[in-house]
Nanobody, 120 residues
């Protein structure tokens, strides 16, 4: 069974930074692109960043230039470095493996997510 465990969220002021981590089971991590999703209150879950097994990255326009996705294949871990955070980045952040590199489908089961709150 695929397991995804997110961590690193918290409360940060606008303009601040956070680094999220996602530990994934090896069966999914080694063969698939991995991505970070977020879901804000009252909104649909959206994919904001993805990285292929080879290291190619893709970002939603809303986070491009501010967020950086990376992966450590030896640790089966994917990261999301979030800089210049805005209140509209407030959401629960999840990781998963988007089908075809950018979805809309995905391979894994959703974890608990990690809450990111951007507020002064």
């Amino acid at each position: 069974q695929v397991q995804l465990v997110e961590s690193g969220g918290g409360l940060v002021q606008p303009g601040g930074s956070l680094r999220l981590s996602c530990a994934a089971s090896g069966s999914i991590f080694s063969i698939n692109a991995m991505g970070w999703y977020r879901q804000a209150p009252g909104k649909q879950r959206e994919l904001v960043a993805a990285i292929t097994s080879g290291g190619s990255t893709n970002y939603a326009d809303s986070v491009k230039g501010r967020f950086t996705i990376s992966r450590d294949n030896a640790k089966n871990t994917v990261y999301l470095q979030m800089n210049s955070l805005k209140p509209e980045d407030t959401a629960v952040y999840y990781c998963n493996a988007p089908q075809g590199g950018w979805g809309p489908g995905y391979f894994g089961s959703w974890g608990q997510g990690t809450q990111v709150t951007v507020s002064s």
